[in-house]
């Protein structure tokens, strides 16, 4: 598991292979659009993703 903070990201979903942007800061738990995986967590700040980071999708 990895904490990131204030980037969007590619996210490979471990269960479909489906590839989600993420948001570093998501507030609410993501889940994957096509099985409903959790890809993410909120942490009341940097969010927990929990699966592969293909890419930074955009720096801020």
């Known amino acids: 598991m990895i904490t990131m ?6 996210v490979r979903c471990g269960d479909c ?3 989600q942007t ?5 507030s ?7 099985c ?3 890809l993410a967590r909120p942490t009341g700040g940097k969010a ?3 699966h592969e980071i293909v890419e930074t999708v955009e720096s801020r």
């Open 22 to 26: 993420v948001f570093g800061k998501a």
């Open 17 to 19: 292979e489906n590839e």
């Open 48 to 50: 927990e993703i929990e």
């Open 36 to 38: 409903g995986t959790t």
């Open 28 to 34: 609410t738990e993501v889940a994957c659009a096509v």
């Open 5 to 10: 903070a204030g980037n969007f990201y590619s």
